[in-house]
C-alpha cells in the first residue's frame, strides 16, 4: 500500500533541505538558491534534457554522478548557466562550496541552474549566501518547502510530494520537487525533479526504476514543446530505511517502482496545471491503441496542439482539433475508428464517434469544460494498448510571461 | 527575367474568377465562396496534406486530377467540410453544380474548402450562389481579388501576387491566391494556395516543378505546429502564352522554376506575416549547415519555438531560446560554433558567437525587434548549406482567435 503523506524531499529519513535568497534575483522576496542533503553518502541515478545545447551543470553532474553515489543536490534559479563561456568552472565552483561547507565530498554534489540562458553566472552571491542554507538545513517540512520554492522560476506554486510505502517488512518514504514551468516539453530527460527516498536500493536497479518510469510520466508532458537545455531527475536513495537491499527485478522493486510512479505522475499533474500562464490542467487518455508507442504519440500531439489549446482555453469543444492533431500526429490510425470525448469534475460528454461528429449539446460541454482539470478521451477502437499525456492551456499569460521574461 | 506585376490568378491568360457571399457565413460581407475557371482545359498538379485526417474535398480532388487536367476550382471558406458523414457525397455535388452551370467536365473540377473541421456542410447555400458567381467571373483584377477574399478564413488581408516572364520568346503569366492564416504547419504539402499560369507545360514536368518548389518553400512556413486536414497547393496551366511545351528539364524549365518560385515565397511570407494574431514576420535564415536537411531542419525549429515567438512579440532579445531550439531540433550541429543575430529595417546586431553571448546593447537590439519584420540569423559554421523557414510571432491575438473560433 502506498500512502501519500507530507514532507516532500525530507519525507525520507535521513535527508535535511533548505532554500535562501542569495541575490542571483534581484527580487529579494524570492528564494534563489536550495540544498538538500543525505546524512549519509546515497544511491544515486539521472536522467538528462536530449537537447544538443546542455546546461554546464548538467556535464558537471554527470561527471559526479558516474560511480552512483551523491550525497547533496545544490540549484539556484534565476540563471540557467547555460551557453557561458565559464558555465563548468562555476559549477564546479559551486560543488566546491557545498563540499568545503557541508563537509561533504565536492564529486557527491549535483548541481543544477534553472533561469535564462546564455547570462553569465556571478558566483558572488551564491559564496555569500552559502553559510546561511547549510546552517538553515532541516529535516523538517519548512526545510523542503524552502527548498522547493527555492527552485521556482515563472512557478505560481511549489511543488513537492511524498509518499510512504513498505518494503519487506520496512517502513520506507520517497519524496520529491519539481520545478516547472516553461520550455517544458520533455524528451528522454525531463525538467528539474529531485526525489529523495531512504529506501535501500542498488545504483543499477535505481537508475533502471527512473529510467523506466519517466518514459511514462515526464515525457509525456508539455507546457509549451520546446525541450529545456537544462532538464534533469534526480533520485538520492540513502538506505537508511534499512530494508534488505533491492537488487533485482521482484515484489520489493515493483513496490518501489508503484511507489515512485505514484509520486512522478502527482508531480507531473503539477508541473502541467501549473504551466505558464495556465488556468486548465489537461490530461489526455488514449485507449484502443495497437501498440504502446501509438497510443504515446497521439496522447502527446493532442496535449501539443496549439489550437486545442487555445480552445480548451475558451472552453469550446472544438473536438475537430483534436483529430486535427491525431491526423499529424505520425501514429498510424484507422481514422473511421477515432472517438472523442471530455471529461471533468462535471461530468463526461461525446463530441465524435467513427471519425465523425455525433450530435451534443454545446451548454453540456460548455459546463464540462470551463472546469480546472479536463480529460480529453481518445479511443482508437484497434487494440489494448493506452497512454496518458498532460499539459494545459495556451493562454494570454504565456504570451505575457514569455513576452519579455528577461525583464 | 521575372516581373512582378498585377492580376493575381486572372494575370495569366484565360483565366476567370469570381468570389461571393453565399450563406455559409452568417456574416453577409464576408465572402464564402471562390471560383477560378480557365477558358480551356488546363494541366494540373496538386500537392496535399500529410494529415492522415483529410477532407472530403481533398479525396475528390485527388480523383479529379487523376488525368492531370482541370478547367476550374471551387472553394468555400467557413467550413471544412471534413469529419462529416456525407463529405465526400458533398464535395461531388459542388463539382457538378459548377460543371452544370459553367458548361465543363465535372470531372476537371478541384474541390477545397476551409473552415471548422466537423460540422456538416449544407449545399444549399452553395446551389443558390452558384448562378451569381458563374455570371460574375471576370478576368481583371477585380475577379482575382474576389476569389482571393472570398477563401479568407481568420486571414486579415487577400494574398494574391503574380508574374510575367518569358519562355522561348513567349511572353508567360503565373499568378497565385493563398489563405492562411492558423493551423498552418506545412509537412509534404501545404496549406490552400491556387496558382494559374498560361505557360505551356507537360502535366509531368509541372508535378515536379511544384513538388521540388514546396520542399523549400510552403513546407518551410509554421504558424502553430498544426498540420491542417485541408491543405492544398494546386496549380493549373493553361497553354495559352503558345510556348513551346516544356516537357523536360533545360532552360525554359529553369525559368518556370524561378518564376514559380517567385510567386510561392511571396505567398510564404504574406501566409507567415499574417498569421494569426501575428504582429511580426519572422524570417529565419541558417547558413553554414552540413547538409541541406541539417539547415531545413534548424530553420524550421526556430521559426516553431513558442518561447521564440513570444519573446519576438515582446521585441526581446531573447537569443538563448535560438540556441534551445537548435538544440532540440533534431539536427546534428556542433553547438560551440553557433552564431545568431538579429536583422530588421533598422539594422544587424550579433548576440552569440562560438555558442556563447556576446555583449551588445539592448537598446538597440530593442529598436531593431520592434520592427514588423524580424530576420533571426543563424550560422552553423559547418558548411556550406542554407535554408530559410518564415513564421510569425505568438501573441494574445492568437489565443483570443482561437479560443472561441467557433463563435
Redesign the interface.
Known amino acids: 500500500m502506498i500512502k501519500l503523506i507530507g514532507g516532500g524531499v525530507c519525507a525520507a529519513k535521513g535527508f535535511r533541505a533548505n532554500g535562501v535568497h542569495c541575490g542571483i534575483r534581484k527580487n529579494k522576496i524570492k528564494k534563489d538558491l536550495a540544498l538538500i542533503v543525505s546524512d549519509v553518502p546515497a544511491t544515486a541515478a539521472a536522467v538528462y ?6 546546461g554546464a551543470p548538467l556535464l558537471v553532474t554527470k561527471k559526479h554522478l558516474a560511480n552512483g553515489v551523491a550525497q547533496a543536490i545544490i540549484c539556484n534559479s534565476g540563471n ?1 548557466n ?4 565559464n558555465g563548468v568552472e562555476i559549477a564546479e565552483h559551486m560543488s566546491e562550496l557545498v563540499g568545503a561547507i557541508a563537509g561533504i565530498d565536492q564529486n557527491d554534489v549535483v548541481v543544477a541552474s534553472t533561469g ?5 553566472l556571478d558566483i558572488t552571491p551564491i559564496k555569500a549566501g552559502m553559510p546561511a542554507l547549510v546552517s538553515g538545513l532541516s529535516a523538517d517540512h519548512l526545510g523542503a518547502r524552502a527548498a522547493a520554492e527555492a527552485i521556482m522560476t515563472t512557478d505560481t506554486v511549489a511543488k513537492e510530494v511524498a509518499v510512504e510505502f513498505e518494503v519487506g517488512g520496512k517502513t520506507c518514504r520517497l519524496g520529491g520537487i519539481a520545478k516547472g514551468s ?2 517544458i ?1 520533455p ?1 528522454m530527460a525531463t525538467m528539474l525533479v529531485f526525489i529523495t527516498t531512504d529506501v535501500k536500493i542498488s545504483a543499477e536497479m535505481l537508475q533502471k526504476a527512473l529510467s523506466t518510469d519517466i518514459q511514462k510520466t515526464f515525457n509525456m508532458v508539455s507546457i ?6 537544462n532538464d534533469m531527475v534526480t533520485v538520492l536513495a540513502n538506505g537508511m530505511a534499512e530494508n534488505d537491499e533491492i537488487v533485482s527485478d521482484g515484489e520489493d522493486f515493483s513496490t518501489f517502482m508503484t511507489a515512485l510512479n505514484t509520486v512522478t505522475v502527482q508531480l507531473c499533474r503539477m508541473l502541467a496545471g501549473d504551466g505558464e500562464g495556465a488556468t486548465k490542467l489537461l490530461e489526455c487518455k488514449v485507449t484502443g491503441a495497437k501498440c504502446p508507442q501509438c497510443a504515446k504519440t497521439v496522447a502527446k500531439s493532442v496535449i ?4 486545442l489549446k ?2 480548451m ?2 472552453a ?1 469543444a ?4 483534436v ?6 500526429s505520425g501514429a ?2 484507422d ?1 473511421d475508428k477515432i472517438g472523442v470525448a471530455f471529461r471533468s469534475a462535471k461530468g463526461t460528454i461525446t463530441v ?1 464517434e467513427n ?3 455525433v450530435e451534443f449539446s454545446e451548454e453540456i460541454a460548455k459546463e464540462i469544460l470551463l472546469e480546472k482539470e479536463i480529460e480529453i478521451l481518445v479511443s482508437l477502437g484497434e487494440g489494448e494498448h493506452e497512454a496518458t499525456a498532460w499539459g494545459c492551456d ?3 499569460d ?10
Do not use: E
Open positions: 534534457t536530449t537537447n544538443l545545447v546542455k540557467a547555460t551557453c557561458n563561456a535564462v540562458i546564455g547570462q553569465p516553461g520550455m516539453h524528451n509549451d514543446g520546446d525541450t529545456s537545455t501539443c496542439s496549439s489550437l487555445s480552445a482555453f475558451g469550446d472544438n473536438w475537430g482539433r483529430l486535427c492533431a491525431i491526423g499529424y498510424a490510425v481514422v465524435c471519425g465523425a461528429g495556451l493562454t494570454y504565456y504570451v505575457k510571461i514569455n513576452g519579455d521574461y528577461r525583464t
